[in-house]
């Protein structure tokens, strides 16, 4: 069975400072994997997504993320937070191939601080 | 333009209720799943379908029904509400491998 762990429920940065958002999975075999960003009151968007090849992935707003197989991790990060990226964060896995089931860790709330 | 639309967006009502949560999507995906968002639990997947006629259970189905007679809707179904199902519920279509599309959600309380 596949699961996502992500470290910390919330994480304060400053403004200007780097993100980290971290992202552990278990997967039995070789896994996809998604990070979701959720505004207040609206749904989840995707930022990024790993399926295969290479491991560093760049997504949206500046966010990119590093799949390490032998660590099992897939944490986000941004050089340089701004206001505008203070949202809950979700890691989501699925097992590569067809329509598998996607399963998602509890989400990291980032608050940006001025 | 592309999207999954839920209605409705929000829903007081109290127990035993019978209610749907409406959900389309105007992306001919295959691929539908309804999830609820509780605090510190993220999302736990209640139901998906592959395809028309085609459903099953997720995580935590217990209360909940679906159905799936055509490809671009997918309405969740609570037969008699009860407190414990009060949430923030996300339905979600996708095609293949590609990333879900999420509607923007529906927040029921059942008093």
């Known amino acids: 069975a596949q699961s996502v762990t992500q470290l910390g429920s919330h994480v304060s940065v400053s403004e200007g400072a780097l993100v980290l958002l971290r992202c552990n999975y278990s997967s039995s075999v070789p896994p996809y994997l998604f990070w979701y960003v959720q505004y207040p009151n609206q749904g989840l968007q995707l930022l990024l997504k790993y399926t295969t090849g290479a491991t560093l992935v760049k997504g949206i707003n500046g966010f990119e993320a590093e799949f390490k197989k032998s660590e099992t991790s897939f944490h986000l990060t941004k050089p340089s937070a701004h206001m505008s990226d203070a949202a809950e964060y979700f890691c989501a896995v699925s097992e590569s191939g067809g329509y598998q089931k996607v399963t998602f860790g509890t989400g990291t709330k980032l608050q940006v601080i001025p | 333009e592309a999207q999954v639309t839920q209605n409705p967006r929000y829903l007081i009502t109290v127990t035993g209720k019978k209610l749907t949560v409406t959900c389309s999507q105007n992306m001919n995906h295959e691929y539908m799943s309804w999830y609820r968002q509780d605090p510190g639990l993220g999302l736990r997947q209640i139901y998906y379908?592959?395809?028309?006629?085609?459903?099953d259970k997720g995580d935590v189905p217990e209360g909940y029904k679906v159905s799936r007679k055509e490809k671009r809707n997918f309405p969740l179904i609570l037969e008699s509400p009860s407190p414990n199902q009060t949430s923030l519920y996300f339905c979600?279509?996708?095609?293949?491998?590609?990333?879900?599309?999420f509607g923007d959600g529906t927040r029921l309380s059942i008093l």
């Open positions: 979600a279509s996708r095609t293949g491998v590609q990333p879900q599309h």
């Open positions: 379908s592959m395809n028309v006629e085609v459903t």
